[in-house]
């Protein structure tokens, strides 16, 4: 991990520019800190908000708006070599094959850039992995239950991160009983593991929403589904 922070960060010194995409988060986020919730613009209408307002919450400790959004993404890259290795572990049950994995991933190209722009690919990474991580460990019989459970909860929180992960719900809500108990035809134990990955993707709404100055999720995921069919907002800004 202090290598691929290492790196990380060497990245970021040796490629100054910012992308298109990554101003605009960053004024965004800006915006978002001096005037609030109730000035959003009609962007948080359709977009997932995660990465903006974890960023926004670092600047209440005085971090700039270009400081805090890399620095979201630049620990969310460095600790995803925790989800990669345990993954690797397990896949292959082996200590070395996870730890060669989190090598790789400290130095994979496409990882470290992610890591590194102000975008929120780098955090949706993270919990994606996640998703993978607690995903195996059910389907190897570790825990099946309580992994199906995280596995809801990440699933919903890399959803707030981009909506590309709303195949990752689906996937998991449907093969993780399937792939767990299909062999052994324990169709009660398959509709518990199912009941328990649904529970843990609700718990991950709802502490969501609760979080102060957190806008209505629900309004922008269905906004956005709206808007992608019709081209329109149902609740502009």
């Known amino acids: 991990m202090a290598g691929a922070l290492a790196v990380r960060l060497f990245y970021c010194w040796s490629h100054p520019m910012e992308t298109r995409d990554g101003i ?14 109730a000035a959003l613009p009609a962007f948080l209408q359709t977009q997932p908000p995660l990465f903006c307002y974890l960023s926004r919450a670092l600047m209440f400790i005085g971090l700039s708006a270009e400081a805090a ?13 925790i989800p990669v290795y345990f993954a690797g572990k397990l896949l292959f049950n082996d200590k070395r094959a996870g730890l060669w994995l989190g090598a790789l991933s400290a130095v994979m190209p496409t990882l470290v850039k992610y890591s590194c722009e102000r975008l929120r690919e780098g955090l949706y990474f993270f919990f ?17 239950m309580q992994n ?7 699933a919903v929180l890399s959803l707030l991160c981009r909506y ?8 998991c809500g449907i093969g993780l009983p399937a792939a767990i108990f299909f062999p052994d035809r324990a169709w009660k134990n398959a509709l518990k593991a199912g009941f328990v990955f649904v529970l843990g993707a609700l718990l991950g709404v709802a502490v969501i929403r609760l979080l102060p100055g957190m806008p209505d999720i629900l309004t922008i995921f269905v906004n956005r ?3 992608q069919c019709l081209g329109t907002s149902i609740n502009p800004v």
Do not use: D, M
């Open 148 to 154: 199906a459970f995280l596995c809801g909860l990440c």
């Open 164 to 171: 590309e992960a709303l195949e990752l719900l689906v996937f």
């Open 128 to 144: 994606a992995f996640w998703v993978i991580c607690f995903w195996l460990h059910a389907v190897k019989q570790s825990r099946p």
């Open 69 to 81: 959004t890399q620095l979201v993404n630049l620990s969310a890259g460095t600790l995803l070599l």
């Open 24 to 37: 605009g988060y960053i004024q965004f986020t800006q915006r978002w800190f001096e005037e609030g919730t």
């Open 225 to 227: 589904i709206w808007s």
